[in-house]
């Protein structure tokens, strides 16, 4: 099961991005809840009980409690706390994405490995020139001595 979901996150196909950006997706949400439901709150009581969410400043004329009451009053605002909040989400999913991207090329680079070692053994020393040739050539492309059959 595990070979195959290598293969399966290996391939370059569009069914396989089409999965990617729907998990993608999904895994966006559980980010932004993260992010807005354990750590701002956590990170808001470290600071003194602040709220990241409703952290704003009022760009027109009053003195609104929340930005939804400063929007409902059609008053310009700049909401830093959200824009922190993103910023956070942001940062959580590119460490992950860089996590999961890191591991894909480690296996990529165990497979390259595997495979030079597999095209090593696949070749022979021609006896004539002592060039690598494969193992079961009849001719040395070097020298183009005419060589045993394997």
Request: glycine share 6%.
């Amino acid at each position: 099961m595990w070979k195959e979901f290598k293969e399966f996150a290996m391939k370059g196909n569009v069914i396989d991005l089409a999965v990617g950006v729907i998990i993608g997706g999904a895994f966006g949400k559980i980010v932004t809840s993260l992010v807005n439901d354990v750590i701002m709150p956590l990170v808001g009581l470290l600071l003194g009980q602040m709220d990241f969410s409703n952290a704003f400043i009022t760009l027109g004329k009053g003195d609104f409690a929340t930005i939804a009451e400063a929007q409902a009053a059609k008053v310009p605002t700049l909401n830093y706390g959200l824009f922190i909040n993103n910023v956070v989400d942001f940062l959580i999913i590119a460490f992950t994405i860089f996590i999961v991207i890191k591991q894909i090329n480690r296996f990529n680079r165990k497979k390259e490995v595997k495979e030079e070692v597999a095209e090593e053994k696949a070749t022979k020393p021609c006896p004539y020139c002592y060039v690598e040739i494969h193992k079961e050539a009849t001719r040395c492309p070097h020298c183009t001595s005419v060589l045993e059959s394997p």
